[in-house]
Every structure is written in structure tokens, then in C-alpha cells.
């Protein structure tokens, strides 16, 4: 279980592929865009 | 997924992206955007790297992942989090996109690099969805 994310301090970095293969890097939205993460329950 | 592509539009004017991780494969994130027709992003993370990264509970007893939000303004910051404690446990649009306004607002733009000062405007904003 990883640990919970604390309000106000910086958000863990990472990078993944998107369904279509494109990368997505959290540092590329620095300066550029707010980031709203979602983490569902799942599709099924 | 339905409530927050009913609203994109407003998101994207606010100078903000979605991106959805989930334990699913591509395959399978692929059908269901197809299917939903979903504006925004779709993140697999079937090795659940994001998902632990940023602390999603898993309740066996509950059946299931926790929803979880966390918006990330453009400094980097989680400027907004919330984990969950049930399945339909999930903010309202109008509470993400307060927020946004509020992150886009001159004044905060002003004290942005300062977290304490944000922090004095975060829970005075707080006090007053209270009262609301």
C-alpha cells in the first residue's frame, strides 16, 4: 500500500503510456496545465 | 467517468486536464472510452506503479479500489486530495471546479509560490463551502 498524498506538497512524478500508447509524464503539464488525477474502482 | 466528461468542457476552460488510471489493461481501457466516448485521458496502469504511487486503498472487505482525486495544480502541487471512503465516495463537479477558479484567480497566482499563504486561502475556502 502506498502512501496517501499530502495536500499542499508536490505530487509524486511519474510516466505511463496511455491506452493508445502515447507517453504521459506528470512533468510535462508543469506550467501548462492544472492535473486532475482520477483514480477509479475499475469499468467492470 | 460519466459525471466528470459532462463537465470537460468547464475543466479544459479552466486550464486543467484529466487523466483516469486504472488497473485495467489497454484493451480494456480502450473498449470502455470507445464505448463511453470519453473526452480525456485513459491511463493503464496494470502494474499499478501510478495506483501505489499515490496511495489508492483497496478495501477487500468493500469489493474493491477507493476512488481517489488529487488535483495538481501547474506548479506541480497537489492542491486538492481526496481518498475515498466508499465506493460513491466521490466529489462533486462544482467542488473541483472551485477550486480550479480559485487557482486560476489573480490572488492566487500572487501567493502560488508561497504554501502558507495558500494554505490560509485553502481552509478559508473550506470554512466557507461549511457554511454553505
Known amino acids: 500500500m502506498g502512501k496517501q498524498v499530502e495536500i499542499h506538497s508536490p505530487a509524486p512524478s511519474f510516466e505511463l503510456l496511455d491506452f493508445n500508447g502515447a507517453p504521459v509524464k506528470l512533468s510535462d ?3 501548462e496545465k492544472h492535473v486532475i488525477l482520477v483514480f477509479n474502482r475499475g469499468f467492470v | 467517468m460519466a459525471q466528470l466528461r ?24 480502450s473498449n470502455y472510452w470507445n464505448k463511453n466516448n470519453l473526452p480525456f ?4 496502469d496494470p502494474e499499478h506503479t501510478v ?4 496511495g489508492q486503498q483497496i478495501k477487500l472487505f468493500k469489493l474493491g ?16 486530495v481526496h481518498y475515498g471512503q466508499d465506493m460513491s465516495d466521490i466529489p462533486k463537479n462544482e467542488e473541483i471546479l472551485a477550486l480550479l477558479e480559485e487557482l486560476s ?20 475556502r473550506k470554512l466557507k463551502l461549511e457554511e454553505l
Open chain 2, 41 to 44: 485521458i485513459g491511463l493503464p
Open chain 2, 105 to 124: 484567480s489573480p490572488t492566487n497566482l500572487a501567493v502560488a509560490g508561497n504554501i502558507d499563504n495558500y494554505q490560509g486561502i485553502y481552509l478559508d
Open chain 2, 6 to 29: 459532462q463537465d470537460y468542457e468547464k475543466f479544459t476552460e479552466l486550464g486543467a486536464e484529466i487523466i483516469a488510471v486504472g488497473p485495467e489493461n489497454a484493451r480494456t481501457f
Open chain 2, 51 to 54: 495506483l501505489k504511487l499515490y
Open chain 1, 29 to 31: 503539464y508543469r506550467g
Open chain 2, 65 to 80: 479500489r477507493m476512488p481517489a482525486q488529487v488535483v495538481i495544480d501547474k506548479f506541480g502541487i497537489a492542491r486538492y
